[in-house]
């Protein structure tokens, strides 16, 4: 199944307030591999955004009044996520919201399979600080871009963090003369890399015999 890693703006929290979506990002995985396949739109929310989204996002009032509706987009980002099971970090907030969108518009909620990374996190790491960038910190995930929060710039962290929450290797780019690493032009998709190497029957005599020897200063 092909996953869609999902993350929007908002003008605030609260729906209860009438909070509204500012922007959507979409990035496509197949296999764990992150396809040319992108959705991503600004929004006119048609209110003001709150000053504690402002900083967060930095987006203004005056850009957002010249973006398109989210009717205008609608039918695009259902098609783009259909039969795609979404990956979103804290899921329950933005889910809330584009079902809030849909609603208004008198579209059926999204039922696509849900994967939470914010609970994936918890559970691989509780007790520990679980927010994308201290996940992109303990990843070694270089995240210097995300001076604000922008949708696509968080997809593109999430995908990565996705990736290693779900302990699989990340994409490698195909330079030339590195063996092992596999770019298939063919569906614009970069293989992942995983070398094993096997001792020789030298390595291994001289590993059981300081086995050997460990044992006897530990025990005798």
């Not at 609260?14 to 040319?36: A, F, Q, Y």
């Not at 710039?153 to 990340?170: A, H, P, R, T």
Request: charged fraction near 35%; charge should be neutral.
């Amino acid at each position: 199944m092909k996953e869609v890693i999902l993350d929007t703006e908002t003008t605030g929290i609260s729906l209860k307030e009438g909070h509204r979506i500012v922007e959507i990002g979409c990035i496509e995985l197949d296999d764990l591999i992150p396809t040319k396949n992108k959705f991503h739109c600004y929004l006119n929310p048609e209110r003001k955004v709150s000053e504690q989204a402002f900083k967060v996002h930095g987006y203004s009032d005056e850009f957002l009044s010249k973006q398109k509706k989210f009717s205008d987009v609608c039918e695009e980002f259902l098609d783009f996520i259909r039969d795609k099971r979404l990956v979103i970090h804290n899921a329950e907030f933005d889910l809330s919201h584009l079902n809030n969108e849909l609603k208004l518009y008198g579209k059926d909620k999204i039922d696509n399979e849900i994967i939470d990374t914010l609970v994936l996190a918890r559970d691989k790491f509780p007790g520990s600080q679980v927010s994308l960038d201290a996940l992109c910190k303990r990843f070694r995930i270089d995240n210097s871009r995300r001076v604000t929060h922008t949708a696509l710039i968080d997809c593109d962290l999430l995908s990565k963090v996705y990736i290693n929450l779900i302990d699989q290797k990340e994409p490698t780019l195909n330079f030339k003369n590195q063996d092992e690493k596999i770019n298939d032009k063919s569906n614009n998709k970069v293989a992942y890399y995983k070398k094993i190497i096997k001792p020789t029957a030298d390595e291994l005599k001289k590993h059981n015999q300081y086995l050997k020897n460990d044992l006897k200063k530990n025990y005798y």
